[in-house]
């Protein structure tokens, strides 16, 4: 019997999956909070936790036992009929929004943001007539890879060899009051970012810039769509990011970590807006399925009672410190930044692929989102101490780097 070892299913997974990820020569088993297992028993410290979508840790027992209640009950009652966990969370969701009145359910980040951008567009041209349908969005994003999704995405790179686009998007200057305010006309129908923009290399937006969106949305009645699929749920040292700003948008967009690891995306709307939706104009028929609802229901429950998103603005601000003393120690270092436990590292260098295998190696996982920025999103329950380690083991990473480029 063939045995089987992380490069045999490595292989495997080449011979019967399409291309379409950069996949890392491991394969894990099982999971724990932070840790994961490889399928040679090898233990590893996560500080991407599954492209951010396991704020609560993996596998949470909180989350695992409210599925093996949910599980053998019902599954998928479908969308025909409404079910009590996905009303239980609906309403949690509006709560914790502080503005939310309406919920629709999706299955993940693209398809909620499919939903946002329909939605705003209903709204749009049932007031003011079939041109108002233009989005704003911003260099750099990233709101998915479904044909609106990606037609959102001002990302020239993501973009090429799938044209046509989905018309109607047009693109300004990420933090650039001045660009914005040219492109804002009769035919804005809704501006759309992500309040730190994640996939593009952590980049918080400024303040002023979020104030101004906002006023200008209201004075002209335009939509402020904020994408917090990566953003939401504790990852920035708020529930959501844009409590960090004081401003609230139209239409929320959430997703990867709403289901603690089962697949779930959800738009959340003001009644006012959302009633431009009437029965058939949109749909999904796993969206709001009752396993992933009693995940979603237990994520926000444990994210609360735990005080979450308060420990990750402490944490956040400890990591970001000691990431900018290694920064000081080292000539090959641009800058470390982010917000909460949404950091990146910038190297002057493209060093990023060989930190993320070198840790790969010393069993951390880490994430770059380019030759030259490393990402960190670990789950919101990392201790100081595996932030400590972390911070060792780059310290002296980048300390090799350095000296093999001086020789060089
Ligand atoms: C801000 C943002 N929006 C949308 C998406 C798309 O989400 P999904 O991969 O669940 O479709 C992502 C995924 O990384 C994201 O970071």
């Given amino acids: 019997m063939e ?11 080449k011979q019967y999956l399409m291309n379409t990820y950069s996949r890392m020569p491991v394969v894990f088993k099982k999971a724990d909070m932070q840790y ?29 036992n409210a599925l093996l209640k949910q599980i053998p009950l019902i599954i998928q009652p479908s969308n025909l009929y409404y079910n009590l966990l996905q009303v239980e969370l609906a309403e949690k969701i509006c709560r914790i929004s502080g503005f939310g009145q309406k919920v629709f359910f999706a299955n993940s980040g693209t398809e909620s943001i499919e939903a946002a951008i329909k939605l705003a567009r209903k709204y749009s041209t049932d007031k003011y007539g079939n041109k108002r349908i233009e989005i704003i969005t911003f260099n750099r994003s990233f709101h998915g890879r479904t044909m609106g999704a990606l037609s959102a995405t001002a990302q020239e790179i993501k973009q090429k060899k799938f044209e046509p686009l989905l018309k109607g998007f047009i693109y300004s200057k990420f933090n650039d009051i001045e660009s914005t305010k040219k492109l804002i006309s009769d035919s804005t129908c809704a501006i759309m970012l992500e309040p730190v923009q994640g996939e593009g290399g952590i980049y918080p937006a400024d303040k002023k810039f979020m104030e101004y969106l906002r006023d200008a949305c209201n004075k002209n009645d335009i939509l402020l769509i904020f994408d917090e699929v990566q953003t939401g749920f504790g990852r920035t ?33 003001t009644d006012k807006i959302s009633s431009s939706f009437a029965p058939g104009m949109h749909g999904s028929t796993f969206g709001g399925n009752a396993a992933s609802c009693a995940a979603g229901i237990a994520v926000i429950d444990y994210l609360l009672a735990n005080k979450i998103p308060e420990r990750v603005e402490k944490l956040g601000e400890y990591f970001i410190s000691e990431l900018r003393k290694i920064q000081d120690r080292y000539n090959i270092i641009k800058e470390a930044r982010g917000i909460g436990l949404m950091v990146a590292m910038e190297y002057l260098k493209p060093v990023a692929s060989r930190i993320v295998g070198d840790a790969l190696n010393d069993g951390i996982i880490l994430n770059r989102v380019s030759d030259y920025i490393l990402r960190f999103l670990p789950p919101l329950i990392i201790t100081k101490a595996n932030i400590d380690r972390v911070i060792r083991w780059l310290d002296r990473e980048s300390g090799i780097i350095e000296n093999e480029n001086k020789k060089d």
């Avoid at 045995?3 to 997974?13: K, Q």
């Avoid at 500080?47 to 704020?55: H, P, T, W």
């Avoid at 409590?243 to 709307?269: C, F, R, W």
Wanted: hydrophobic share 40%; charged share 20%.
């Fill in 237 to 269: 040292g708020r529930m959501f990011a844009y409590e960090n700003y004081g401003v609230k948008p139209d239409i929320l967009v959430v997703a990867k970590s709403l289901g603690g690891g089962m697949p779930a995306g959800a738009i959340i709307s």
């Fill in 3 to 13: 045995e089987i070892n992380n490069s045999v299913i490595f292989n495997r997974g």
């Fill in 36 to 64: 994961l297992w490889d399928i040679e028993g090898k233990r590893y410290l996560d500080f991407i936790a599954g492209y951010g979508c396991l704020n609560v840790g993996h596998s949470n027992k909180y989350v695992v």
